[in-house]
């Protein structure tokens, strides 16, 4: 018999992750393989962020945090979301968490009950639909495929609507995809929902500053919907800041003060030392935040460029964050290449470059690069991507 809860029987492992590890083994082999599965900026943290954090250790910031976070830090957070965003928030309604990741986790299992379902546009980030199943709601997926640049429509959401909704999340810009809803897409959606009065919005906004299309556009700023959407963000994408894990929303006060009782109940407040370091990257200069997110888009425009000149893959124009979502579906059904996933694994094996299927998003047929890498890096991998998928052209 397994011991295991069923809660968690009923989870999938991170594919990403999973497509990292086996990256590193190969790495180990003395392999020269280029990692483009995981979600990560290869630039450092800003010298004036761990500055912060270095002056933090000093001046004995050591101690447990406010579950919540710092006052400081919960204010900062509500000067950028009114200078960048034209969003009202007070301090009550910030919770700082231990990434986005928890944040997103938190809200999830602050309102979601069993049996409840979660509207999920696919393709999705892999840990969505996870996270509602911990919270045993049910996961419903609405599929935009790569003919509407990967975005659900307002007809597309209303059907998919029933009396058990209870949440939708939204992810602009993308996670796989790149895409970004424009404001009129936006203001569609919320439309709809106005017409639900117990449908909740979580937001998921980490991609916030890696934009390639202008201003960024919340789904919170519509009027209609305003007290039913949580924002979730954290400094993770836009100040190369992973591995300080410090994410946060800004919602209705019940909801952050039940987002609050709980991570006080297994986590507690986030690290003192990257709270502090956060502070300084929103209250601190933003030039660092356009530079990288000029490298982005230099990237973006190359690795598009380089895929679009390989038959068989079809390649839109992302908007925003550092993936491309590639349709790969000719090249299935050649040898024991049934699924994106196992095309990924021929990459990785036959190319030496880790990339993800589409199958862990919720869009077989698909595959995930991410080019948070240098432009040289970028040229070798997607010529050793052109290589491998000629060779497997050509012998089938």
């Keep these: 018999m397994n011991p295991l809860s ?13 497509m990292a590890q086996k990256s590193n083994e190969l790495k180990a082999q003395g392999i020269d393989v280029i990692n483009m599965s995981v979600g990560e900026p290869d630039f450092s943290t800003p010298a004036h962020i761990k500055e912060a954090a270095k002056k933090a250790i000093d001046n004995n910031f050591s101690f447990y945090s406010p579950v919540p976070g710092f006052p400081e830090l919960r204010k900062a957070i509500c000067t950028k979301l009114k200078n960048e965003n034209n969003l009202d ?29 979660v509207i999920i546009p696919a393709p999705y980030w892999v840990s969505y639909p996870e996270m509602v199943k911990i919270a045993e709601g049910k996961p419903v997926f609405v599929y935009a495929g790569i003919g509407q640049n990967f975005k659900i429509t307002a007809k597309q959401l209303e059907e998919a609507i029933t009396p058990k909704t209870r949440a939708l999340i939204l992810c602009s810009p993308s996670n796989p995809t790149g895409s970004v809803y424009t404001r009129e897409e936006l203001k569609s959606l919320a439309l709809v929902l106005a017409k639900y009065p117990d449908i909740y919005v979580i937001s998921d906004e980490i991609y916030e500053h890696i934009n390639y299309v202008g201003k960024h556009e919340s789904i919170a700023q519509f009027q209609e919907i305003r007290e039913r959407v949580i924002v979730v963000n954290g400094v993770s994408k836009g100040y190369a800041m992973t591995g300080w894990r410090i994410g946060w929303i800004a919602a209705p006060k019940w909801i952050a003060s039940a987002c609050g ?17 956060a502070e300084a990257a929103y209250t601190g200069s933003q030039d660092c935040v ?37 349709e790969c579906g000719s090249y299935l059904g050649k040898g024991r290449i049934e699924t994106a ?32 890498t240098s432009d040289e890096n970028i040229e070798k991998a997607i010529s050793r991507v052109k290589g491998a998928l000629e060779k497997l052209r050509t012998s089938h």
């Design 341 to 372: 996933t196992d095309l990924a694994m021929y990459l990785l094996e036959q190319g030496h470059v880790a990339c993800v299927g589409g199958d862990a998003f919720g869009a077989p047929g698909h595959i995930r690069f991410s080019y948070a």
């Design 89 to 117: 928030f007070d301090p009550a309604q910030i919770v700082v968490s231990s990434g986005a990741k928890q944040s997103l986790c938190n809200v999830i299992l602050s309102i979601v009950d069993k049996g409840e379902e």
């Design 261 to 277: 009782l709980l991570q006080g109940q297994y986590t507690s407040g986030a690290s003192s030392i990257s709270q502090k370091a």
């Design 6 to 18: 069923s809660r968690l029987q009923s989870l999938s492992p991170s594919e990403t992750f999973a």
């Design 290 to 326: 356009e530079e990288m997110r000029v490298a982005f888009e230099r990237r973006k425009n190359l690795i598009t460029k380089l895929l679009r000149e390989i038959p068989g893959l079809k390649v839109n124009d992302p908007e925003g964050a550092f993936y491309i979502f590639v």
